[in-house]
């Protein structure tokens, strides 16, 4: 049998292209009717750091209905209160992995269940359908972090005590 001798010279493995996370916001995945959505962002903020503060057990007066709805259904609410809770949430993609990074505007835990709320100004329900998207990505995550209990996701819209469960699984 002849021995064959090769010069392997420098042996090379190349390294698979390692890409980076897509970074993206729950709401990326939204497509909102932007003409019928509320009284304007200001307002948003405003009521929205009303329900933070006032989950928190701060001292706050309601200074409009929107804000005397959130302040009443928080006083409905047994068990923790976490407002304002950044998450991070990846995903497996084909090619590569998306991290969700948002805020959940108050998640509310018992013995038993997680809620996600998100507050919503909207004068409307048009875009619901929208915010349930942006609370399926949160739900993701929370399954994740809660996975011994049940995950409900709700939409309350300050404007009425409307509070809409998202119906998708």
Known sequence: MDSQQTDLGELKIE???????????????MEMTEDTVGRGPEFGTKVHDFAEKYAKGEDMEPRNKDEENVKEFIDSL???????????????????????????????ITEDKVEIIDWKTDLTRENHEEYEKQLEVYGKGIKRIFSGKEVEKQVFYTDSTDLLQVRRP
Do not use: F, N, Q
């Open 78 to 108: 047994e068990g923790e209160l976490k407002p304002e809770v950044p998450i991070k949430i990846p995903e497996e993609g084909s090619d590569r992995k998306t991290l969700y990074s948002g805020t959940i505007d108050l998640l509310h």
């Open 15 to 29: 390294m698979p292209e390692k890409k980076a996370a897509i970074k993206k916001s729950p709401h990326d995945e």
